[in-house]
């Protein structure tokens, strides 16, 4: 093993700054003076900064790693091998749904089993972190990041997170075919005002507490390796440089000893923000703050070194980076060798292979939720089908930041229903289509309506003002024959407006299922498979309502349903509070039926544990699984409380008429909740805890915490 501290000693003030440095793999092999000079001027880089750099953000293959390491390695002085960094969110080659997607499985373990495919698949192109969880918690469906996020609720992010983590990691970064996870963005970029991405997120320090930073603190718990900070600001201070972040809160409140990292240029972005002068300030402020990694900037290299020795930073901040950094080399294995993972007879062997596309399959099967069905589903076999719309014939079902994922590569729901389609059109409009066609496709049983967004309408920099579905799709269900039944399949990275799209018969929320999308959806859409998807996140009726999410605080005029006649309490004049289809909804073929919950006790004291049960009832002969909800409502606090929080969840498959009860166990610290301060407190008082398929169908029972 590396003796760090040895080595650490031996460097140069320039190369631990160095250490400091990501950089794109192009500048290590390109001709530095012909190419990229233009871009090596900008960045204020020279050949031996490159070559004194500590980390690279992505690499295509094996043999580009090989390529860049070597090539470093002959011109490093110190020899300190280089990091590869790079996003592997939902999957490397096989692609997985999108994180929104694969949290409507609320299926941790299935997470974990697609991260153990991720990383065993990057791994094997010599990747050794993935920018992966991206723990951040959203409410507004304008924002596009929501297709990588796994929803609304920090309790259910948590779990997601903890599980990629532990998938990512498993058993030691050190070990081929492991990543170290770099969880992402801290913190609160979800909350960018206006669901716009890269604006300002203006939340209170309880909010963030409360809501935001639970899902990064259970990447952490679970080991996680490093942090991204985020492009906001936070209390008007950039996340990349904000100490309460970085310095009071992951170090002193959660002890995080890891690496921490900016997010792309967002070092340099702190002097747009207005909270850097200059380049200089930058570096300052980041060091100060306790930022480590500065990717693509270079306000590191170019000013750390006068700024210490004008005595405005203290060499030790730049130590204990650069010592966080060596510590992460050591822990990866990377001094024993340089080019772990790398191997490209290896990745042709396991990249998209069959156990690989089986779990895509799987994960794509449990992604998707089913949120309206007037019996027409499931379909039969013999059923005529005819399908239209943009997905109609089209490969790329994968969604943004697949990276790698081939678009091209995998079965359309036009060969998926070949043996049963009458007539297949990629079409947007109902003004695209002859008399002729409009004919066929009336002689259909039932019509497929593929619809949705381009991948590029979610994702970074992807926000939208509208959300309902673009390109005028609606126009599509008047090809709908007088007889005939209607299926909307929807592909999209966000919540969405549908109320142009209620005629429909049923609508499947797809997501972007991945890499087996189309066999996904066949088999659902035919009874192969039960839907058991549920939603991660609220599906407001009209962009008006939002922000609309489920456990919002409570209000001292509560809106207390359709059916309230009172004026003065916290309603709209032109539309009801409610959902279109809220946390938690998805529909199956089976008929879940929930019992009663009962109590172990209806009084708890802080050593005691109380036991939850209730029955679920598959009260049909179709077998199907069944995620069941755990929710508390605390009735009073010293500060206001929200309406309901998600506790616990299980997932269970259940036989036709079978009945099981699930039992779960809530112990005192279950009652607390974190304070604006990030301390914890549970107070005596009054809770329900609640059970059922959503948060609109639950069953309580109260119960009374005692001193
Ligand atoms: C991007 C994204 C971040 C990603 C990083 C590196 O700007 O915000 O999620 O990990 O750059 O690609």
């Known amino acids: 093993m590396t003796d760090i501290k040895a080595l650490f000693q031996s460097l140069s003030r320039q190369e631990k700054i160095g250490q400091l440095l990501q950089l794109a793999p192009f500048l290590f092999v390109r001709d530095l003076a012909v190419e990229v000079a233009g871009y090596v001027r900008h960045l204020n880089l020279s050949e031996q900064k490159i070559f004194q750099s500590g980390s690279v953000l992505g690499i295509g293959s094996a043999e580009e790693m090989i390529e860049v390491q070597t090539k470093y390695l002959a011109k490093s002085k110190q020899k300190i091998p280089l990091i590869f960094m790079a996003d592997i969110i939902h999957g490397y080659k096989t692609i997985f749904p999108v994180p929104i997607g694969l949290a409507s499985s609320f299926d941790p373990t299935l997470a974990f089993e697609t991260a153990r495919v991720s990383a065993v698949e990057a791994a094997t192109s010599g990747i050794h972190v993935t920018f992966s969880p991206m723990a951040d918690l959203v409410r507004d469906p304008r924002w596009g990041r929501i297709v990588e996020s796994f929803g609304e609720d920090p309790q259910l992010i948590a779990k997601m997170a903890e599980a990629m983590v532990k998938g990512y990691q498993h058993d030691g970064i050190e070990k081929e075919g492991n990543l170290a996870s770099c969880v992402k ?9 206006a669901g716009r991405d890269y ?7 309880l909010s963030l507490h409360q809501f935001y930073l639970p899902g990064y603190k259970a ?25 309460y972040l970085l310095r009071d809160v992951l170090r002193t409140l959660w002890g995080f000893e890891g690496v921490t990292i900016s997010d792309y240029d967002s070092l340099q972005q702190t002097i747009a923000h207005g909270h850097s002068e200059d380049q200089r300030q930058a570096a300052l402020h980041g060091i100060t703050a306790g930022l480590d990694i500065e990717m693509a900037s270079t306000t590191y290299t170019s000013h750390l070194s006068e700024l210490i020795d004008a005595g ?15 510590e992460l080399k050591r822990d990866l294995g990377l001094f024993e060798n340089p080019f772990k993972g790398a191997d490209p007879v290896k990745a042709k062997e ?20 089913l949120l309206k069905n007037d019996g027409v589903l499931p379909l039969s ?24 994922g081939r678009r091209d590569l995998h079965a359309t729901l036009k060969e998926v229903f070949a043996d049963q389609s009458v007539f297949v059109k990629k079409a947007f409009r109902f003004d695209e289509f002859n008399e002729a066609e409009i004919k066929q496709i009336r002689t259909a049983d039932v019509v497929l309506f593929a619809l949705g967004e381009h991948e590029w309408q979610s994702g970074e920099a992807h926000s939208r003002s509208d959300i309902r579905i673009p390109f005028d799709q609606h126009t599509l269900l008047s090809l709908l024959g007088a007889n005939q039944k209607s299926v909307v399949v929807l592909f999209n990275g966000r919540p969405l407006d549908l109320s142009n799209i209620q005629s429909a018969d049923a609508i499947v929320e797809a997501w972007f299922p991945g890499s087996m999308a189309a066999e996904a959806i066949h088999e659902i859409l035919l009874g192969v498979t039960n839907p058991s998807g549920k939603l991660p996140i609220t599906f407001p009726k009209t962009l008006g309502q939002v922000p609309l999410y489920y456990n919002h ?9 359709k059916d309230d006649r009172n004026e003065y309490v916290s309603k709209y004049l032109d539309i009801d509070n409610d959902p279109a289809y809220c946390f938690g909804h998805g529909l199956s073929y089976s008929n879940f039926v929930y019992g009663d919950v009962h109590v172990s006790s209806e009084t708890i004291r802080s050593n005691d544990v109380l036991t939850v049960a209730f029955d679920v009832t598959n009260a049909s002969a ?10 508390l409502k605390d009735h009073h606090g010293r500060v206001v409380r929200p309406v309901l929080e998600l506790k616990a969840f299980r997932k269970e498959n259940y036989r036709a008429h079978e009945t099981k009860t699930l039992s779960f166990q809530l112990s005192f610290q279950d009652f607390g909740y974190v304070l604006d301060d990030g301390s914890f407190v549970v107070e005596p008082g009054l809770f329900t805890v609640y059970a059922g398929p959503d948060v609109s169908r639950l069953k309580g029972k109260t119960i009374r915490l005692l001193p």
């Open 185 to 193: 963005h801290f913190a609160a970029y979800g909350a960018a005002e």
């Open 199 to 205: 604006n300002a997120a203006d939340v209170s320090r």
């Open 219 to 243: 990447a952490l718990e679970a080991g996680a390796r490093m942090v991204m900070t985020s492009f906001n600001t936070i209390d008007g201070v950039p996340a990349t440089t904000n100490r």
């Open 312 to 326: 405005e930073v203290d060499e030790r901040l730049v130590d204990e980076a650069v010592m966080r950094i060596l």
């Open 350 to 369: 396991i990249v998209l292979s069959k156990p690989h596309l089986d779990k895509a399959l799987e994960a794509a099967r449990e992604a998707i939720v």
């Open 381 to 404: 076999k013999t059923q005529t089908v005819a399908i239209v719309g943009p997905y109609a014939d089209e490969r790329n079902m994968i969604g943004p930041w697949h990276w790698h």
């Open 553 to 561: 605080q409570k209000t001292g005029r509560p809106y207390l349903g």
């Open 622 to 631: 179709v077998p199907g699984k069944e995620t069941a909800l755990l929710f």
